[in-house]
């Protein structure tokens, strides 16, 4: 049989294990997440890039009529 004190040491270790592997995860998730929103962020301003290109070339267009 185990030491009260032992056992509450070993429940103590276990949790600070589970704790830091939790922590892991969830910097991994936070890290995936924030990569995600940058490449959001480079397709958006390719579209938005795009987007002026295509205005510049109507208002053109139109200051021809």
Known sequence: LMDPMD???T??????IKN???AARSR????AYIAELEA????LEEEH???LREQVCFWF???LE
Do not use: I, P
């Open 28 to 31: 991994e998730r936070k890290q």
């Open 49 to 51: 890039a795009e987007l």
């Open 11 to 16: 429940q103590r270790q276990k949790r600070m």
């Open 40 to 43: 959001q962020v480079t397709q």
């Open 7 to 9: 056992r509450a040491a």
């Open 20 to 22: 830091r592997e939790s």
């Open 61 to 63: 267009c139109l200051s």
